[in-house]
C-alpha cells in the first residue's frame, strides 16, 4: 500500500466518534440508532474503498461526510418499489407497473386493506362463500358469458384452463400464434407446463382450416387461438378466425379457446385506436372460453380472467392449481371497483386512467403540454431549460404493437449535462423520473404524465440541475 493512502486511511474516523459529530444529530430526527449505524459504517467502508481503488484523492472534512452519511441513510430506508414519473409516453409500460388504478379502484383497496371483509363469507346465508363470487357477475354481465373466473394473473388463467381441460390430451395451435412474450415465456412452454401435447399445424405466415381438421382426431380437447398482440405478420398471410374456428369446433365437438392477452370491454376503434375486438365479441363469434388480463386495456390491477361457458368453466373451480393462482383480496377489490365503471363507457374513459391516457387526441396533449410547461417553468431552477416538441407515443403492454398515437413532448435541457447525464440525473433523483432519448434529446412525454405528477416532477427537475451542477 502507497504511504499516501495508508495516511489517508488512517484519517478516517471510527463510527463511534462520527456519532458523536453534530453534523450527524439531525439524522436522528429520521431515523433509529442502528440506521444511522448502519448507514455510517456503510459510508466509512465506501470510503475506504474509494481511497484503495484510487478514486478518492482525500479524506471529505466531517461537512462534506456528515452529507454523504445523510444520503446513503435516505438509500438504505428508501423502500425498494417506488413511485416514479412515467414520462416515456408508453401507456401501459410493463417495467414501471402497467396501468395506473382509477381512484374508485384505490378507494375500495383502502377499505378492504384497513380492515376485515367478507372475502369468503355469503353475508346472505352467514355460511362460507367464494371470492370469486364478488366480480363473476359483474364479468358475465359486461362479456355476455354464462361463467367466469378470475386468478393472478392471465398466463395462471392459461395454465389453469388447459391443465383442466386437455391435461394428457392435445391442443392444436397454429404455428403463426406461438408467441413469446416479456420474460421469455412462450406458450409452448406453457402448454408443456399444463400437461397437454401441442400440435402445430399451418406455417409461420399461412393458417387454413383444413390444417386444424386435418389434425383432429380423438386425443384432440382444444383448438387453441393465441392472440398475436405484441407482434404483426404482414404481407402474405391467412389465419383461420374465432367465427371459423367455431363452426368447425361445432361439427368436431371440439371447444375453441382463446387467448386474448390484453382483453377490452370497449369498442376502441371510435378513438382512433387500432380494431381490437372486445371480449363480448370474440364471445359472440363463437369462443367458448377467453382469457385476458386485468391490468393491461382494461385498466384494472393485475388479474387473468376466465370467461365462456359454464360447462367448461365449472371443472376448473375445482382444479386444485386455483389454490395456487387464485388472486388476493386487494387486488379483487381493484378488480370490482374498475369492473363496476365499465357499466358506462363514458365514465369509464373518464375515470380510468390507461383508457383516458390512450383516448387523449392530439389537440389536448398540445393544450396539456402548454399547461404543464408553463407551470414547471414558474417553479423550476433557471437553468432548466424546456421546450415543446411534436412526437409519438405507444400503447405499449404488448398491445398494438404498429399503433403511433401522436403527442407533445418536454424536451428538458440543462446547461453542461448530455442527454444522458439529465437521464441519469432524473432516473435517480429522490422521485425517479423516468423519461427517453430520442436523437439526441431528453424527453418527456405528457401522454403518461399524470396531473398529480406535476409537483413531483418541479422537485425531480431542481434536484437533478443541482446534482449536475455540483457534478460540473
Known sequence: MHEPVAEFLKLIPKVDLVLTWLEIKPLFQKYSLPEVKTSIRSSLAALRTGIRNGRIKTCPDRIALADLIAKEAARLTAMSLRTVVNGTGVVLHTNLGR????????????????????????????????????????????????????????????????????????????????????????????????????????????????????????????????HTSNFIVSGFTSDVSVSELSTAGKTTGIPVMLDAGSGSFI???????????????????????????????????????????????????????????????????????????????????????????????????????????????????????LSIIKGESAAGGGTFPLLKLPTSLIEVKIPGASSQQVESALRNSSIPVIGRIFHDQYLLDVRTILDSDISTLEHSLNEAALSLRKEG
Open 99 to 226: 396501468s395506473p388504478l382509477a381512484k374508485n379502484a384505490l378507494d375500495a383497496i383502502s377499505s378492504i386493506a384497513s380492515g376485515y371483509s367478507n372475502l369468503e363469507l355469503d353475508l346472505g346465508t352467514g355460511q362460507r362463500g367464494s371470492r370469486y363470487m364478488h366480480v363473476e357477475g359483474l364479468i358475465t354481465e359486461l362479456t355476455g358469458a354464462e361463467s367466469a373466473l378470475v386468478v393472478n394473473n392471465n398466463a395462471a388463467a392459461v395454465i389453469l384452463a388447459l391443465s383442466t381441460l386437455a391435461a394428457g390430451r392435445e391442443v392444436i395451435v397454429s404455428r403463426g400464434e406461438l408467441v413469446e412474450i416479456g420474460g421469455s415465456f412462450r406458450i409452448p412452454d406453457v402448454m408443456r407446463q399444463s400437461g397437454t401435447t401441442m400440435v402445430e399445424v399451418g406455417t409461420t405466415n399461412r393458417t387454413h382450416l383444413s390444417d386444424y381438421l386435418s389434425r383432429t382426431n380423438e386425443a384432440t380437447s382444444l383448438y387453441l387461438k393465441v
Open 267 to 385: 369498442d376502441l376503434e371510435s378513438f382512433g385506436i387500432g380494431n381490437e375486438p372486445t371480449i363480448r365479441q370474440y364471445l359472440e363469434s363463437g369462443a367458448d372460453l377467453v382469457t385476458f388480463s386485468g391490468d393491461k386495456l382494461l385498466g384494472g390491477p393485475q388479474a387473468g380472467i376466465i370467461a365462456g361457458r359454464r360447462e367448461l368453466l365449472e371443472p376448473m373451480k375445482k382444479n386444485p392449481l386455483l389454490r395456487a393462482f387464485r388472486i388476493d383480496k386487494l387486488s379483487l377489490a381493484a378488480l370490482e371497483a374498475t369492473l363496476r365503471l365499465y357499466r358506462d363507457e363514458q365514465q369509464a374513459v373518464r375515470k380510468i386512467p390507461t383508457l383516458g391516457m390512450l383516448c387523449f387526441t392530439a389537440d389536448e396533449l398540445k393544450k396539456r403540454a402548454g399547461r404543464i410547461l408553463r407551470q414547471l417553468e414558474k417553479r423550476t431552477d433557471p437553468l432548466v431549460f
